[in-house]
């Protein structure tokens, strides 16, 4: 079993900038993907960004060039900074482990006020 701990959320004003964290514990193999889904309300949850075992990320479109993830594989965290906040990016974030199985936290609340 694996368990998922976000921390980081909160408000933040249009253009600034938060960090989000994310620590894994359990039974982890060491080929994994982790990385930061998020869902608004009345929306689909989608993807904001995965970070794989072996150094590869991927972004969705509408944060690229604004946020930027980062694991430490020793540790089994994963870090999400967020900058030029907008608005639109206010969500649920969640964190994100997959290594055959999928794991996910209960979610962390950003806020932005434009």
């Known amino acids: 079993q694996v368990q998922l701990v976000e921390s980081g959320g909160g408000l933040v004003q249009a253009g600034g900038s938060l960090r989000l964290s994310c620590a894994a514990s359990?039974?982890?193999?060491?080929?994994?993907?982790m990385g930061w889904y998020r869902q608004a309300p009345g929306k689909q949850r989608e993807l904001v960004a995965i970070?794989?075992?072996?150094?590869?990320?991927n972004y969705a479109d509408s944060v690229k060039g604004r946020f930027t993830i980062s694991r430490d594989n020793a540790k089994n965290t994963v870090h999400l900074q967020m900058s030029s906040l907008k608005p639109e990016d206010t969500a649920l974030y969640y964190c994100?482990?997959?290594?055959?199985?999928?794991?996910w936290g209960k979610g962390t609340q950003v806020t932005v006020s434009s």
């Open positions: 994100y482990l997959s290594h055959g199985m999928v794991y």
């Open positions: 970070a794989t075992s072996d150094g590869r990320t």
């Open positions: 359990g039974n982890i193999f060491l080929s994994n993907h």
